[in-house]
């Protein structure tokens, strides 16, 4: 299967730590990388190969897998984290590169 | 540093086709080292992959438009296009194009355009 699930929304208080999940079959073979994408801006890559951060990317994001999940850590969320997340990974079937529906972030 | 611009008509007839280009400064589409993608994002909704290509030629494209896509580089203006063949409404959406790194373990699309807006109708 193609598919990459992701809970369509979150809160986390200010400050406090929160993980965004990401389930899907293809995640058993291909690392899932991150996008944090704000209103009106293009997507940036801030976790990519499981649990690399791109040069600029506070480290409090951080990534991790374990099976069919992959999850999106953020430790102490700050207000301009507020966001939406998707993960992307591949389909092994037709190599074609799947996105998750996304999650809404909201910092409280 | 690497910067992507997307370009193109904002308006597409029903039916007709969409034609986008991506002009890329401060990089090489003839990088054997990325894809070059275009992503698509309708009003509100997430993101959803057409396809890449690499500097070989080789593409890769959604299997729900494949019928109906075509990417293709142009290395001497150093730029990649898309073309989506009879487009409906359901085709309205920002159009992304996005540096593209693929390894044998993950894919990570690392450097994106703006997007420019596109709405088919008539």
């Known amino acids: 299967s193609s598919e990459l699930t992701q809970d369509p929304a979150m809160s986390v208080a200010l400050g406090q730590t929160v993980r965004i999940t990401c389930q899907g079959d293809?995640?058993?073979?291909?690392?899932a990388s991150w996008y944090q994408q704000k209103p009106g801006q293009a997507p940036i890559l801030v976790i990519y190969a499981r649990n690399n951060r791109p040069s600029g990317i506070p480290d409090r994001f951080s990534g991790s897998s374990s099976g069919n999940t992959a999850s999106l850590t953020i430790a102490g969320a700050q207000a301009e984290d507020e966001a939406d997340y998707y993960c992307?990974?591949?389909?092994?079937?037709?190599?074609?590169?799947?996105f998750g529906g996304g999650t809404k972030l909201t910092v409280l | 540093q690497v910067q992507l611009q997307e370009s193109g008509p904002g308006l597409v007839n029903p039916s007709q086709t969409l034609s986008l280009t991506c002009r890329v400064s401060g990089g090489s589409v003839s990088s054997n080292t990325y894809y070059w993608s275009w992503i698509r994002q309708p009003a509100g909704k997430g993101l959803e992959c057409i396809g890449r290509i690499y500097t070989s030629g080789t593409t890769n494209y959604n299997p729900s438009l494949k019928s109906r896509v075509t990417i293709s580089l142009d290395t001497s203006n150093n730029q990649f296009s898309l073309k989506l063949s009879s487009v409906t409404a359901a085709d309205t959406a920002v159009y992304y194009c996005v540096r593209t790194y693929s390894s044998t373990w993950y894919d990570a699309f690392d450097i994106w355009g703006q997007g420019t807006m596109v709405t088919v109708s008539s």
């Open positions: 293809s995640l058993r073979s291909y690392f």
């Open positions: 992307n990974s591949r389909d092994s079937s037709s190599n074609h590169l799947v």
